[in-house]
């Protein structure tokens, strides 16, 4: 006959059956983005996407002395959208589309490149005759195969035109895509939800409805479904778990269908290698469509 199990051996078994809220816990790597340095938690060796979500950049935070200012060169996309979001300090935007926006705290600048665009983002003029800071979230959102050779366009959201909510110490400010009831005035071009996520001695329940989830800390003392999130830090969720973010802090969470496998190189992101090497030989060449008033100076592609 069998012996027994204990009340403790009865437990530890029932907790390991259980399904996990965290999947994985993802720490930063530093980067360096022209002249500044980054912290990146998107490509991960383990993780490669969430969703349709295949990069994302901690920017700061930073501090400028006076004269000093971010400036990112003119460099090129294809495949992709890019979603720029700051805390702090600002940033000009310029593309290949003609587009010109500056983005503040609690903006957005939406770009998606399709088959090719290129633009630069440098400090305010203004910003640089004093001293200033820096600091935000900057994701890449892989498209969908039927969106990848589509036509680039550019896309702004003010602050107050960002869906928000609050209650229970917690506001939700739903940047791109659907949550929490709510839809952003920036679609995206798969299911998706970026959101900002700002806690007061709070409590926030993180909707299961899309498929993949992370939840990335940016300042602040969190917790995920009870566990310490680090600033910087990117908590992977369980599929279909809901959890409860606690704490004070800020965090952006990151979620939406998978839209299958990528290739990324540097700037490219594709589900054809060959795309790849063709973008790469139009850099080479400069047959991306340039940033007017803004491409006397742009980035040489890595050689590998």
């Not at 004093?130 to 969106?147: I, K």
């Not at 899309?210 to 990335?216: A, M, S």
Request: proline share 7%; with cysteine; charged share 20%.
């Amino acid at each position: 006959m069998a012996t027994p199990l204990t009340c403790n051996e009865l437990r530890w078994l029932t907790e390991e059956m259980e399904p996990q809220a965290i999947e994985m816990m993802i720490d930063p790597r530093e980067r360096p983005i022209g002249d500044a340095t980054v912290r990146r938690v998107l490509p991960f060796r383990k993780r490669r996407m969430i969703g349709p979500f295949i990069y994302a950049d901690i920017m700061g935070p930073e501090h400028l002395d006076p004269g000093i200012g971010a400036d990112i060169a003119a460099h090129p996309h294809i495949g992709l959208s890019t979603l720029t979001y700051l805390t702090a300090g600002s940033l000009v935007h310029r593309d290949s589309t003609g587009a010109v926006q500056q983005v503040n705290p609690g903006e957005v600048n939406w770009m998606t490149a399709g088959s090719g665009v290129c633009h630069t983002e440098r400090s305010p003029e203004p910003d640089r005759s004093g001293a200033s800071d820096l600091a935000g979230l900057q994701t890449w959102v892989a498209l969908p195969e039927d969106a990848e050779s589509s036509a680039a366009f550019f896309e702004h959201t003010g602050g107050s035109d960002i869906p928000s909510e609050s209650q229970r110490g917690a506001t939700v400010r739903v940047l791109a895509g659907t949550g929490w009831g709510m839809g952003s005035p920036i679609k995206g071009s798969s299911q998706l939800l970026e959101a900002d996520l700002t806690l007061a001695d709070g409590l926030l329940q993180i909707p299961a409805e899309h498929r993949e989830r992370g939840i990335i800390s940016l300042a602040g003392d969190l917790a995920v479904a009870g566990r310490a999130l680090a600033e910087g830090q990117l908590a992977v969720l369980t599929p279909g778990e809901e959890v409860e973010l606690t704490g004070t802090g800020q965090a952006m969470m990151l979620a939406g269908d998978p839209v299958g496998e990528r290739f990324i190189w540097w700037n490219f992101v594709a589900s054809d290698r060959d795309v790849i090497e063709i973008a790469k030989q139009r850099w080479d060449e400069q047959t991306f469509p340039k940033v007017p008033h803004d491409h006397d100076r742009w980035m040489p592609r890595p050689s590998n």
